[in-house]
């Protein structure tokens, strides 16, 4: 499949199609497990970060050189059961340090996987052994946080799936990790990382997309069958529209909490980089019938993601007419009227208009900023680490209300770690929902409310999960205490 290029329009890093494959699969779920055991309600795995290499592009391309966790893109999920522990032994082979950030999950600080401010990283050679309690059901991820723009970019990326105590009736429970890749002619990842171009613009967008690591092909599915997609974006940059012709996804979950289940805005699940949303398909057509599911995000550059192929038995005449709304998760409900209010302000990028901002604790111009490879600022400071004087800092176990306002020309999915907060306004207009989640897409200019009880002490990043913008600058600690 080919994916046009949005940036680098000189760079033309085309995959031939590999046509003539006349496989029809259903797509690999990547659950593998590691080894791991149940004593105490302790669940343990080993990852081990090294390079390797995958087939990517399908069999009529090179294998790809990829970073992996225990060799395999995503790397093995993670999968367990809400209260369970989980302890995961992370060994680095890379030749660079890393570390295994939890994304979404509200684990204890010191667990967080955050270089230097929650840990020392784990040096090449080394390992580190994570433990923690999962309170929440969900669809999470996790990914290093040292030097994500390359280590997530290539590769290093795997899903964590919490079940729930009482799960929903579904026939089939799929995970479908998204990725795109910049991938050059002979299928090898391209070398550009952190590119100034890409890190002041719309980050590393790639130009070939995977589901589970694996160039998709057909999508089986059976009549009357009833799927529960958790879908992950892991890329970089790309933000993904998905569109389900013939068909009416349910949205139960955004980024592993749920919420009222209600039909996708638009027929449109949209996914910025990190977020998660669980969706329950009916496959209410008919046998033999073929339906394509696109991705129409970036205007004027849509492609079929991959085709929805009806089998020829069906499964059942009707599809089940069961509950899909799940339990609540353990969230503290925040107390709005009482709520501490603060603003936040995201500037910078290209096109943002002419800004001056602080690093490293000096006023500088746009243009010194940019000489030091800076491109964004949060309240006005440009972040040349993890560790940095706190943006907020927050008295435990209050309600607090964040106003983010995006003053930049670009999209922004901005992240908090250690908790989850109601999205309660866009715009000055409540949100119908008041969706629970830990990255808010925020489109250019716009203006979001959330809200969130500080009940996870701690120093915690804020940052946008644009690598590139990250590590541009658009990156904050809110410390909890
Ligand atoms: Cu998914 Cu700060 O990360
Ligand atoms: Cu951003």
Redesign the pocket.
């Known amino acids: 499949m080919k994916i046009r290029k949005k940036t680098h329009p000189s760079r033309r890093a085309f995959i031939a199609a590999s046509a003539g494959l006349a496989v029809t699969t259903t797509l690999p779920v990547g659950r593998v497990r590691a080894a791991e055991t149940r004593d105490m309600g302790i669940r343990e795995y080993d990852l081990a970060a090294a390079p390797g290499s995958t087939r990517l592009a399908g069999q009529s391309n090179p294998k790809t050189a990829v970073w992996a966790y225990n060799g395999q893109v995503p790397g093995t999920e993670i999968r367990v059961r809400q209260g369970d522990r989980i302890r995961v032994s992370v060994d680095n082979q890379l030749d660079e340090e890393t570390t295994v950030?939890w994304?979404g999950l509200r684990v204890p600080n010191v667990m967080d996987g955050?270089p230097h401010l929650t840990q020392k990283p784990i040096a090449p050679g080394k390992s580190f052994t994570y433990e923690f309690g999962v309170p929440d059901a969900g669809t999470y991820w996790y990914?290093p946080?040292q030097r994500?723009f390359e280590q997530v970019a290539r590769g290093l990326y795997g899903p964590l799936i919490v079940e729930e105590k009482e799960p929903i009736r579904v026939d089939r429970d799929l995970t479908w990790v998204l990725d795109d890749w910049r991938l050059k002619p002979d299928a090898q990842i391209s070398g550009d990382f952190g590119s100034f171009h890409d890190m002041s613009h719309s980050g590393r967008v790639g130009n070939f997309m995977t589901i589970n690591g694996r160039e998709p092909k057909k999508f089986a599915v059976r009549s009357g069958e009833r799927i529960r997609l958790r879908l992950i974006n892991a890329a970089n940059a790309r933000i993904f529209a998905l569109n389900f012709a013939g068909h009416r996804p349910t949205i139960i979950a955004y980024d592993g909490q749920p919420v009222t289940p209600h039909e996708a805005p638009q027929g449109q699940v949209v996914l910025g980089p990190?977020m998660r949303a669980d969706i329950v398909i009916d496959m209410t057509n008919r046998p033999g019938e073929s339906f394509k599911i696109t991705d129409t995000f970036y205007r004027g550059m849509g492609y079929t993601v991959v085709d929805l192929a009806y089998g020829a038995v069906p499964l059942r005449d009707r599809p089940l007419e069961s509950s899909i709304a799940l339990s609540a998760n353990t969230m503290p409900e925040p107390d709005i009227t009482g709520a501490e209010r603060h603003n936040v302000q995201f500037g910078g990028g290209m096109m943002g208009g002419m800004m001056r901002g602080m690093m490293g604790g000096r006023r500088v111009s746009m243009r010194d900023m940019m000489r030091n490879g800076k491109a964004w600022t949060i309240n006005g400071v440009a972040a040349t680490g993890h560790v940095m004087d706190p943006l907020l800092k927050l008295l435990r176990g209050r309600t607090y209300v964040l106003t983010l306002n995006n003053d930049t020309a670009w999209h922004h999915p901005i992240?908090l770690?250690g908790h989850s907060f109601r999205v309660i306004s866009r715009n000055g207009k409540p949100t119908r929902h008041r969706e629970w989640q830990d990255t808010v897409l925020m489109a250019p200019r716009e203006r979001a409310e959330i809200a969130f009880v500080a009940d996870n002490p701690g120093d915690w990043?804020f940052?946008c999960?644009v690598f590139e913008h990250?590590a541009g600058g658009m990156m904050g600690v809110i410390r909890v205490s």
């Open positions: 950030h994304h955050v990914h946080h994500g990190a992240h770690h990043m940052h999960h990250q």
